[in-house]
């Protein structure tokens, strides 16, 4: 048996950190996932560097940034052939390598997963319930629920795996993504119009850009498929976010109910073969989701809700149980993390750095204290203007660098450059934006200097 550990990494698809009872959630339960931070480590600042589902998983494949690894947007399709892949790099060094469950990113043969023993995905988003998945190749419909299916499929390579070698298992769920259609046994779970409203539903956006401000990710926006209902007649608006909301988490966290199941099961299964003490097992999301916060659902913007993943990691006898890590580790920081654990030399093209002394208590000295993202999606998704920004432990500031007709088939939208800045310490919702104001003038010439260093760190160029 390989002393190196084995790697079991989940991860659902739009989970906030703050709809997980280990983070302290107020509006759902999830037991299965605390039972891995009560035996592991639970991050409090994971953040990814572009809060988009596509660009977010190729990030977390490769370590590279979006315009590195050249996917950006929702439209891009990953080049599986590239060689700087973590399951490539882990399949080399001698691992049994598999993903099942959600890929999107790209639905052909040059976007197909490669470097993988075994592959068993989800067509782009895929289906809740009888979902047709693609098998090495080969398309085939399946009964049941998605989640569980997964979950099951998931623990058959494992039982069908050479056990002398250590394994690399990606399961990817597609919940809690919308459409939010629950497992026919968690349908009654919660009380709709019971759900605790965020501090920041009824937000008015006052001091906000007006890219922030035009956005279509309004909860009361919410498209119908989603919603499942119309509202009540002759609601007032304000009324109509309150109904949405509740509409919204009531099947968002029945949905979770489910992936929690599913780890719980996958932890069992660990358990039961004797591979607990060996296996490190990662729990995240492919980034975070604002749960009615701002008056709004999806992600893409840089603020909190958005921005910050949930990240537990477990391994006996490394990674002290029931601890609490609150250095920065971003979504570039997982391959070169995977890498370290297998014993794998991390390429210089990888442009994150491994998590490991982190996860283990002690980041190094010189560790990252602040962050780059960069969100390109113009637009097409719900009227979220591109932007780039800086964060670093007390203040945030974004950079929304504008549209025009060149850049949206849009008439309607014609956004000038706009900055946003927010204390985090004193205005941890970012309610007050700061930028401008003479009294922030210090902070502000330091972060646009930061933001200068990490974007040419990164490779990056800024807008013009």
């Not at 002393?3 to 698809?13: E, W």
């Not at 919410?222 to 099947?251: C, M």
């Not at 591109?386 to 660098?401: A, C, D, Q, S, T």
Request: aromatic residues 10%; proline residues 5%; glycine residues 6%.
């Amino acid at each position: 048996m390989s002393t190196r550990p084995n790697i079991l990494y989940i991860m659902s698809d739009d989970h906030a950190a703050h709809a997980i009872s280990a983070y302290g959630s107020q509006i759902n339960h999830t037991p299965h996932i605390d039972r891995l931070a009560d035996q592991g480590v639970r991050l409090t600042n994971t953040f990814c560097t572009n809060a988009l589902c596509t660009p977010s998983r190729a990030t977390i494949l490769t370590g590279q940034y979006s315009h590195v690894n050249e996917v950006k947007t929702l439209d891009d399709e990953i080049d599986s052939s590239r060689p700087i892949q973590s399951q490539k790099l882990l399949k080399q060094a001698g691992y049994d390598t598999a993903i099942v469950g959600k890929w999107h990113l790209g639905n052909n043969e040059e976007s197909n997963p490669q470097g993988f023993d075994h592959w068993n995905i989800l067509p782009g988003q895929g289906d809740y319930y009888d979902p047709m998945m693609i098998e090495n190749g080969v398309e085939k419909q399946h009964e049941g629920y998605v989640t569980d299916l997964i979950t099951d499929f998931a623990i058959d390579w494992l039982d069908s795996r050479d056990s002398k070698n250590p394994f690399f298992l990606m399961v990817h769920h597609k919940a809690p993504h919308s459409s939010w259609i629950p497992a026919k046994r968690h349908e009654n779970l919660g009380v709709e119009g019971e759900f605790p409203e965020p501090e920041t539903l009824m937000d008015d956006y006052k001091t906000r850009s007006e890219a922030v401000k035009i956005t279509s990710i309004r909860v009361e926006d919410t498209r119908k498929p989603n919603l499942k209902f119309d509202p009540p007649l002759g609601i007032s608006q304000d009324e109509k976010r309150k109904w949405a909301y509740q509409r919204y988490i009531t099947d968002y966290t029945r949905t979770i109910q489910a992936v929690d199941d599913s780890v719980g099961t996958l932890l069992d299964y660990l358990d039961e073969h004797d591979l607990t003490e060996n296996t490190l097992v990662v729990y995240t999301s492919d980034q975070g989701m604002f749960l009615g916060d701002h008056g709004w659902h999806d992600k893409r913007f840089m603020y909190e809700e958005s921005l910050r993943m949930p990240f537990i990691a477990r391994l006996p006898g490394k990674i002290e149980a029931g601890s609490v890590g609150s250095d920065m580790l971003l979504n570039v920081d997982f391959a070169p993390t995977f890498m370290d654990y297998a014993g794998v030399e991390v390429p210089d093209e990888v442009q994150g750095s491994s998590g490991r002394e982190m996860l283990e208590g002690a980041a190094p000295d010189d560790w990252q204290d602040s962050l780059y993202y960069r969100y390109w999606m113009h637009t097409i998704g719900h009227k979220v203007i591109p932007n780039y920004g800086v964060r670093n432990e007390r203040y945030k500031l974004i950079f929304y660098y504008g549209v025009t007709l060149e850049d949206t088939h849009n008439p309607e939208i014609n956004i000038e450059a706009e900055w946003e800045l927010y204390d985090l310490e004193a205005d941890p919702r970012e309610m007050n934006n700061v930028y401008g104001l003479p009294e922030f003038a210090e902070v502000q010439a330091v972060m646009l200097t930061e933001l200068d260093r990490l974007q040419a760190k990164a490779g990056d160029a800024p807008r013009h």
